[in-house]
């Protein structure tokens, strides 16, 4: 009897574990913390090991002293183009077909001193 307690309790820490293993693996969230001097381009791109992409999220938190304007695009043509002025926390979600994405800062007349970007690609 108490050999069988311990199995049980054995794989209910095994269960455990394998589940919050599987929570960090599937995470996909990328972060890019930098100083942006003039207009620039960071092209953002899915992990290896994700599969067919159905859509994206990216975060933008910045402190603008104009206004900018930030484009989300790929080589096709596609263009999706939002105005941000000022202090900006702000998180765009939608649908994604690609693996990767252009995402551009221009009309930038001066320095940002710290811009964070979050994304992630969904699959």
């Known amino acids: ?61 910045a402190d603008f002293k104009d206004s900018i304007t930030v484009s989300q695009s790929v080589d096709n043509g596609h263009k999706y183009e939002r105005i941000l002025i000022g202090k900006v926390d702000t998180t765009f979600k939608g649908d994604w077909y690609s693996d990767y994405c252009n995402l551009e800062f221009e009309k930038l007349e001066n320095p940002l001193e710290e811009v964070f970007i979050e994304y992630d690609f969904f699959d």
């Open 1 to 61: 009897m108490i050999r069988m307690k311990f199995t049980i309790k054995t794989m209910l820490l095994l269960c455990i574990l394998l589940m919050l293993n599987a929570c960090f693996f599937n995470a996909s969230k990328r972060t890019i913390k930098t100083r942006i001097n003039s207009d620039t381009t960071f092209v953002l791109s899915k992990l290896e090991r994700q599969g067919t992409i159905w859509g994206m999220s990216i975060r933008i938190k």
